[in-house]
């Protein structure tokens, strides 16, 4: 198994219930490609070192997941391009 850890970070000028629906289809992402979600943090909002596309601050998110499907990470990665609300994402492959 494959094992990633992914950050991504949610505007904070949206209301909660989109938000969480953000976060929702993300995850989505992950488990319809058949990924074991092995942590899920919610690491609150903080403000960005530099604004980032005019915003001062967003929710950042923390998931490490396991796979054995390489298309996993590259779907989260094309809705997390698509969505308006994620303002970054990072997507890194853990070495044993």
Partial sequence: MTKYEIMFIVRADIDDETRKN???TLEKALTDSKST???SKELGQK?????IKKM???YYYLYN??????TATKEFERIARIDENVVRHLVLKIED
């Fill in 37 to 39: 979600i092995t942590l």
């Fill in 22 to 24: 953000t976060v929702k």
């Fill in 56 to 58: 001062k601050s967003g």
């Fill in 65 to 70: 997941i396991e796979t054995n499907e390489s």
């Fill in 47 to 51: 403000e960005f070192a530099y604004e």
